[in-house]
């Protein structure tokens, strides 16, 4: 079935620096992922729609300049977290769908951000 | 409040079923999905509904669906200790993408 991979698991990193998260379709082709924000035993929210070649789609109250996401091929998102601080830290998850019946929708395994 | 709203924890015992229940809110929703979570993991698409469809069973899962009162529910089937995790239930909401949205999720503890 389709695969999506995301990468690193956890990172733990200091205020005001920035990390990269990166979200792969290993069997497919995703014109469209989803960047969702997990806080401790809470729902999942979603960020962004990540379009690929062209500007994501924020939800409302998700800053842009903070969380900057780039589609640059088929395969692969990312999402990029400039001056992290402590209140960011989080669990991250992606999404891609495979356009199936369904939707096909297909989550990553999750990045936990720590930042000290 | 919630957009989907789901009911928090759910406690049972092994061999039982279990009933999650869950209201949503698009009725133009296509699909409506049940998805599992366990610790530290992200999500596992479990089963999902289209939204013509009033009920559907895979194995030991069965869901019903009432359009009528936005209602969804998720049975499961003498449930088992791995079973015990978050359960999501979401619906997907039009305007140019279709993106899911979550409800807060239900912690289900399976004991013996």
């Known amino acids: 079935g389709a695969v999506v991979s995301q990468h690193p698991s956890w990172v733990i990193c200091k205020s005001g620096t920035s990390v990269k998260i990166e979200c792969r379709s290993l069997?497919?082709?995703?014109?469209?992922m989803f960047w969702y924000r997990q806080f401790p035993k809470q729902s999942l929210m979603l960020m962004a729609t990540?379009?690929?070649?062209?500007?994501?789609?924020?939800e409302q109250g998700v800053e842009k300049d903070k969380f900057l996401i780039n589609h640059a091929s088929l395969t692969l998102s990312t999402l990029t977290v400039t001056s992290a601080h402590p209140e960011d830290s989080s669990f991250y998850i992606c999404?891609?769908?495979?356009?199936?019946?369904?939707?096909?929708?297909?989550f990553g395994s999750g990045t936990r951000l720590t930042v000290v | 409040g919630e957009d989907v709203e789901q009911s928090l924890f759910l406690s049972v015992r092994e061999g039982d079923s279990s009933v999650i229940n869950c209201t949503y809110t698009?009725?133009?929703?296509?699909?409506l999905y049940w998805y599992k979570q366990e610790p530290g993991a992200g999500l596992q698409l479990l089963t999902y509904?289209?939204?013509?469809?009033d009920m559907k069973q895979d194995q030991r899962l069965t869901v019903l669906l009432n359009k009528k009162d936005k209602h969804l529910s998720l049975r499961i089937a003498d449930t088992q200790t791995g079973d015990s995790a978050i359960y999501f239930c979401?619906?997907?909401?039009?305007?140019?993408?279709?993106?899911?949205?979550f409800g807060a999720g239900t912690r289900l503890a399976v004991h013996p």
């Open positions: 999404s891609a769908s495979t356009g199936t019946e369904g939707g096909g929708y297909t």
């Open positions: 069997d497919f082709q995703a014109t469209t």
């Open positions: 990540s379009n690929e070649g062209s500007k994501a789609t924020y």
């Open positions: 698009d009725s133009s929703s296509t699909y």
């Open positions: 509904i289209f939204s013509n469809m």
């Open positions: 979401a619906e997907t909401r039009s305007g140019g993408y279709n993106k899911l949205i």
